[in-house]
């Protein structure tokens, strides 16, 4: 198959790349390291769509342009920052963010189509990002605090010129007026962000687009209307880019094997106010740890934040939430798994809290590929076990199977 335009991030701890790695070998994929971050891999070889192989299937690879991979890397966070991302579907930026900031950190993936906020929610839950959770507003219009954020991403909607090699239907689509309303949106949101930002904070802007309109001239508005202040980008490895000012990034897509990307840094200087606010008071009952151990759920590791129910689902509240959100403001946190008939049952997903597969352990695993694909396409396998156990393939997680009449279930869907 043709690989020119496939590369994927690897979406676990550096710890587990290896045993990633070597799931995806397994099933003959080829790969090799993109130069400009250690979590990229670019494919080599694809003996069947990427997207239908296990390491895909339970989250731990997200399939991603290589250019889409820099925003994330030119925001840069630091490890326990709180980060929003103000136009997050599908959550492949996101994620990213959810990766470089880690479990002590915290990503607020903002989306205000509903119907892609379901595919947002669904790509975090299965890449086991519990420090990331979801809103559901008009960027324009974010109910957030001025000046409070030190890292914001803005990916706007935009006319995805920088798409044209594999969506040639883009530059017939967005040409002349239909353009206009797109500038304006993407202004509107610029502006926003900019009132959301803190002071020294950085905030990137990037689109798909190769438009100047929705680029350069954007960027300008932000350091002449705005007030915010250009910082140049140093350019990625692997990557031939196009000179733009403000020292703002224009990948050429055609040149680097990616889509044509825009990407621009920018800081609010350092004198202006931060705005206190109320924190968060969530009215929801806090569920203690002991409440959800069992066979296949070890809450100590979870990360630092609480544990919450609402209705009978338990959602996971990363500690940087708790103090970056005011009272009023609605937002969905992660999932960890709901009660029922009083016992807690994890989302069978959540592999990030499985146990280790010790002795007295309730799990299963696999060390050959066959097996575990039969068990995935309905075969049901003969257990001792009872009730749940742990999937798992030699040393890396994968999920939670349900055990009925002394036989091995697994749906994940």
């Known amino acids: 198959m043709d690989t020119r335009f496939r590369s994927f991030r690897l979406v676990c701890a550096p710890a587990r790349f290896a045993a990633v790695e070597s799931l995806l070998e397994a099933e003959g994929f080829r790969f090799e390291p993109e130069p400009f971050s250690s979590y990229c891999r670019r494919l080599v070889f694809e003996p069947m769509p990427l997207g239908a192989s296990l390491a895909a299937f339970f989250g731990y690879i997200y399939i991603q342009d290589r250019a889409s991979m820099l ?167 692997g990557f031939k880019f196009k000179s733009a ?55 100590q590791l979870l990360p630092p934040g609480k544990t919450a129910l609402f209705g009978q689902k338990v959602r996971f509240l990363p500690e940087a939430a708790c103090s970056m959100l005011p009272p009023a403001f609605s937002w969905q946190a992660f999932p960890l798994g709901a009660f029922h008939g009083g016992k807690f049952k994890p989302e069978r997903r959540l592999r990030i809290l499985l146990p280790p597969p010790t002795q007295g352990v309730q799990c299963v695993v696999f060390d050959e590929i066959t097996p575990l694909r039969r068990l995935l396409e309905g075969s049901a396998l003969a257990t001792p076990l009872a009730s749940a156990a742990g999937l798992w393939w030699r040393d890396l997680p994968l999920g939670i199977c349900q055990i009925k009449n002394g036989r091995l279930l697994a749906s994940f869907r």
């Open 71 to 237: 925003p994330p890397l030119a925001l840069a966070p630091s490890a326990g920052a709180a980060v929003l991302d103000m136009a997050a579907s599908p959550g492949s930026k996101s994620g990213f963010l959810g990766q470089l900031v880690g479990e002590t950190g915290f990503v607020l993936a903002n989306e205000p189509n509903r119907a892609r906020l379901g595919t947002l929610q669904a790509n975090l839950l299965a890449a086991n990002l519990l420090q990331c959770a979801t809103s559901h507003f008009q960027g324009q219009a974010l109910p957030l605090p001025d000046h409070s954020w030190n890292f914001i991403l803005l990916d706007p909607p935009c006319s995805g010129w920088g798409t044209a090699a594999r969506n040639p239907l883009a530059l017939k689509l967005w040409q002349g007026q239909k353009i206009a309303p797109l500038i304006e949106l993407q202004r509107k949101l610029l502006a926003r962000a900019a009132a959301l930002l803190a002071p020294g904070g950085r905030l990137v802007y990037s689109t798909c687009t190769t438009n100047p309109d929705e680029n350069e001239s954007q960027t300008e508005y932000a350091v002449k209307e705005l007030g915010l202040e250009p910082l140049a980008l140093e350019p990625f490895a």
């Open 245 to 299: 000012p403000h020292g703002a990034l224009l990948v050429d897509g055609e040149s680097s094997a990616s889509q044509g990307f825009y990407i621009s840094l920018l800081k609010r200087p350092q004198e202006a106010t931060r705005q206190d606010f109320a924190k968060c008071d969530f009215s929801a009952a806090e569920v203690g740890k002991a409440e959800l151990e069992n066979a296949v759920c070890d809450p």
